[in-house]
């Protein structure tokens, strides 16, 4: 889901800032991307794993279609 992208994409960013980069993904790149779901991520003004999130997100995405709310929750950056 694109709101969470931002999370990946700063993991992947760190992975390569900090000389962790290859043409192939070893077993610490994979390590690092594993721990994606289980980040900590702010949404409806709580802490809460990003695996979660993302289905409090759908949730409220679910919610809008049948007329339940008006907005999706989506997580806070940091």
Same mark, same amino acid.
């Given at each position: 889901m694109e709101p969470y992208r931002p999370y990946v994409d700063k &993991? &992947?960013?760190?992975?390569v800032i900090k000389g962790k980069h290859e043409d192939d993904i070893n077993k610490e790149h994979k390590e690092l991307l594993l721990k994606i779901p289980a980040m900590d991520v702010i949404i409806n003004g709580? *802490? *809460?794993?990003?695996?979660?999130?993302t289905q409090a997100t759908s949730a409220s995405l679910a919610r809008c279609y049948g007329g339940e709310q008006r907005t999706v929750s989506y997580p806070e950056w940091i």
């Open positions: &993991v &992947v960013f760190d992975m709580e *802490s *809460s794993p990003m695996m979660i999130a």
